[in-house]
């Protein structure tokens, strides 16, 4: 994702799995999870009606 005012990456994004299981398999190695020999934090999304007040809403999920 990018700030729509300067261009710049803002250092997060959204994927979309074709495949709940990929999404699994990410979740499970979390950990060790990189990208472009960057550890990346993955979170699983959470829609608005089911987050608890005062939670911030946020997700990374990478393509494996």
Same mark, same amino acid.
């Given at each position: 994702?990018? $700030? ?11 994927? !979309? ?6 999404? $699994? ?6 950990? #060790? ?7 990346? $934090? ?18 990374? !999920? #990478?393509?494996?």
């Amino acid at each position: 994702m990018r $700030d729509k005012n300067s261009g710049k990456a803002r250092g997060f994004g959204f994927v !979309t799995f074709y495949k709940e299981q990929s999404a $699994d398999k990410v979740m499970v190695e979390k950990k #060790i999870h990189k990208m472009k020999g960057k550890w990346v $934090d993955c979170k699983r999304a959470v829609p608005s009606s089911e987050m608890k007040e005062g939670e911030v809403e946020t997700s990374n !999920t #990478i393509v494996d």
